[in-house]
């Protein structure tokens, strides 16, 4: 059953004149699939990632977006969230002040409260954590320290999946995690990832380099291309645009037209 | 230009009557305020057209009939003193009411060898040559009208004399209450620390008030001066908590005078008070010294708060950080003004000036002036300011985590502010400073921030 209906969505820029980013992107994700989005920079792959967030920057012209059912496009982030939507940001936000502990907490308790289920006591959310602490081999000195702040760029993204893992979403959209990461990192990070899998979730996983592939193996590969899923395939499709790169597509998709 | 004169002949009054009543004095205190009252009288409040007050506007304190602050609530002045003692976390705590030095609510000993805690009063008795040689030598009666007042008035505060190698670890506590009264008062605080080579203190200033109602509704306007000397490798740590009624004036001039090899904090946190200004200049005057002058200021209503800063570099080698933030809400008004001035013989100085400004309303308004002067070739100074609403960025951050964007506001104006409070190594007053934004934020009390220290320098 589809967990996510992306029907001819078009954004743009929420600038007076700002310019069209997505020009009807179409993508269906059913449960329990793993799918990846290729693309080369500036195809608008963070672009679909964020407005599927509900990030205000953007602006929906046109197109549909069905997740579980119903009407995404309606729902504040706050609620697409608190619904099972998880972004793992391109460029996890610093806070300074806050810290990882009181900001895991506050979402963790924000998601249940929507749900309307008492807060977690500080014991059961500290074994959650340590949980998904060890799962991801995070030092707990983590938990003290200001939210990515002076964090690595690789901290960052190891600390993005921490989240999602502690969360627990029923749609995990990945935005480049693994840039940034050396190879021991990415398995790490790719085995946090893994364990999201169930017959009963999606992943959503936006990459331009195929060796994140190799770890989180998907179902179905896109290849984006200004503004649109321009070719769909198989986890082979991730070779060959490894070994061919994009230009081929680009070729391919203008003599279609 | 007869409104003025007739604002300042309220004060020349009052000095007509203190003069008479004060207990007999030594001559020089005599000749100290009489030549304050004659620079008072020759120069009058500032007003909009000079250059140091052009963004405070003191009418409303230069047209109030202030009479001299008296005491005469004590079950007032005991309550008020209960909510901000710091009671055994202080190594001693002296404590003012309207002012004036309340015997039964201070405690002063007992202290290490070589500290001394006592009212002035007490020090000019028992310690004259000491208080001769060091009193308004600092915060002179040049500089500025309101100084020039104080020091007319002087008779009552705080005196704290660190021996040589004297050391105590927990703070000393000034706490000066505000008692409302049936009429306008003014009160003339005044606090001396002289600091010997190798001491080392915690000194807090706490400047407390509450409103009062029906006929007690008027707050007393503090006019405080602070004069802090250090001798050679003195390390200092100094907390100025500004929580008065939002009804209350306060104006206050801190000069701090450092001598080689020393290590001054200053975090200075103005969260009350109607109309609050405050002056700091700290003279770094050998070398090897390093200041740090943090400020947090958070306002609401139509409160106004402006510090200025002056950090003086005269000699070589010497390092400054500062780092000021502010969080205003409603039609509040902030100002700003740091000024870093390196002496042509100051080489090597190494500082930084950072201001951070939160709009947390449209209708707020921040000014924000940092100013280098510099005279030496060879120096590192840097200086940077912001001032904008919540980050749009942070707040979509927890929003796709789940918390609510109102939730997220509050949640990120905390964090703002615990930037400041998480540097400040004086517990209670770092626990009063988290306690009052969590407050205001709806936000639960245990908010910690345990990331103490690591970030500082970073975040500078
Ligand atoms: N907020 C924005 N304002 C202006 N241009 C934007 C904005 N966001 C994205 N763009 C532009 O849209 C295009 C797609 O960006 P993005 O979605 O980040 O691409 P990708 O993630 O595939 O590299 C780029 O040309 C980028 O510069
Ligand atoms: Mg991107």
């Not at chain 2, 202290?111 to 007490?122: E, H, K, N, Y």
């Not at chain 2, 005044?190 to 007690?216: C, M, W």
């Not at chain 2, 042509?344 to 100085?349: L, V």
């Not at chain 2, 964007?405 to 104006?413: G, K, P, Q, S």
């Amino acid at each position: 059953m589809a967990l996510l209906e992306i029907h001819d969505l078009h954004a743009r820029v929420a600038v007076p004149g700002g310019r069209e980013i997505l020009k009807g992107v179409n993508l269906t994700v059913n449960k329990g699939e793993v799918h990846a989005i290729m693309g080369k920079n500036g195809s608008g792959k963070s672009t679909l990632a964020q407005v599927l967030m509900g990030r205000e920057t953007y602006e929906v012209t046109g197109g549909t977006v069905l997740y579980n059912g119903q009407n995404l496009l309606d729902l504040s982030t706050e609620e697409r969230a608190t619904q099972g939507v998880f972004l793992a940001f391109q460029y996890p936000v610093e806070i300074p002040g806050v810290s990882t502990s009181y900001f895991l907490k506050a979402a963790v308790n924000a998601i249940r409260k929507a749900h309307g289920e008492p807060e977690l006591d500080a014991m059961d959310f500290l074994a959650i954590v340590k949980q998904k602490m060890a799962l991801l081999k995070m030092d707990q000195s983590f938990m003290n320290r200001a939210v990515n702040e002076g964090f690595s760029g690789g901290e960052k993204k190891r600390n993005e999946i921490f989240q999602m893992a502690v969360i627990n979403p029923t749609l995990a959209l990945m935005d480049e995690t693994d840039s940034g990461l050396d190879i021991d990192a990415l398995k790490i990070v790719s085995n946090g990832a893994n364990s999201l899998r169930g017959p009963d979730r999606a992943i959503v996983c936006v990459t331009h380099y195929q060796r994140l592939l190799n770890y989180i193996q998907p179902d179905v590969v896109h290849v984006m291309l200004d503004g649109r899923i321009a070719k769909s395939g198989d986890k082979s499709l991730a070779l060959e645009l490894e070994a061919r790169g994009y230009d081929w597509v680009e070729k391919e998709v203008a003599q279609l037209a | 230009m007869t409104q003025l004169l007739d604002d300042k002949n309220i004060h020349l009054a009052n000095f007509t009557l203190f003069a008479r009543h004060a207990t007999p004095t030594l001559s020089w205190v005599e000749k100290l305020r009489r030549s304050a009252i004659a620079r008072f009288d020759l120069v009058g409040f500032p007003d909009a057209k000079d250059e140091e007050w052009r963004f405070t506007n003191t009418a409303p304190i230069a047209q109030t009939p202030f009479v001299l602050a008296e005491h005469d609530d004590p079950a007032a002045a005991a309550s008020l003193a209960a909510d901000f003692t710091f009671a055994n976390q202080a190594a001693a705590e002296i404590v003012f009411v309207n002012g004036r030095f309340s015997q039964q609510l201070s405690r002063v000993s007992p202290l290490p060898a070589g500290i001394t805690v006592t009212s002035l009063a007490t020090a000019l008795q028992n310690t004259p040559a000491l208080l001769e040689q060091h009193l308004a030598r600092y915060a002179r009666i040049e500089t500025d009208p309101f100084v020039a007042l104080n020091t007319g008035f002087i008779r009552d505060g705080a005196f704290v004399h660190l021996a040589r190698n004297a050391v105590v670890r927990h703070p000393i506590h000034l706490l000066f209450l505000s008692i409302p009264s049936a009429e306008p008062a003014i009160a003339h605080p005044r606090v001396l620390v002289v600091a010997e080579d190798n001491s080392q203190a915690t000194i807090v200033e706490s400047y407390a008030g509450k409103k009062g109602a029906g006929p007690f509704s008027n707050t007393v306007f503090n006019n405080a001066v602070t004069e802090i000397v250090a001798a050679d490798n003195v390390h200092l740590d100094h907390c100025k908590l500004e929580q008065e009624s939002p009804d209350a004036f306060h104006i206050a001039h801190m000069h701090v005078t450092l001598g080689r090899d020393c290590s001054f904090v200053s975090h200075a946190a103005s969260i009350g008070g109607k109309l609050v200004r405050n002056d700091l200049v700290v003279v770094l005057n050998g070398q090897h010294t390093d200041a740090t002058v943090n400020g947090l200021v958070v306002l609401r209503d139509s409160q106004h708060v402006a510090n200025h800063t002056i950090l003086r570099h005269e000699k070589p080698h010497c390092s400054s950080h500062e780092l000021y933030k502010h969080v205003l809400d409603n039609r509040s008004t902030c100002v700003f003004k740091g000024k870093i001035f390196v002496q042509k013989d100051a080489q090597k100085t190494d500082s930084k000036q950072t201001t951070k400004s939160l709009l947390l309303s449209d209708e707020a308004t921040m000014n924000a002036m940092p100013a280098l002067e510099i005279y030496a070739d060879d120096v590192k100074c840097t200086h940077g300011s912001t001032t904008g609403p919540v980050d749009e960025d942070m707040i979509f951050y927890l929003r796709s985590r789940g918390v609510p964007r109102e939730a997220a506001r509050h949640l990120l104006t905390y964090a703002f502010a615990a930037d400041i409070t998480r540097r400040i190594k004086v517990e209670p007053v770092r626990r009063r400073l988290e306690d009052f934004m969590a407050a205001q934020h709806g936000l639960p009390q245990d908010l910690r921030i345990t990331d103490l220290g690591s970030h500082d320098q970073a975040a500078l």
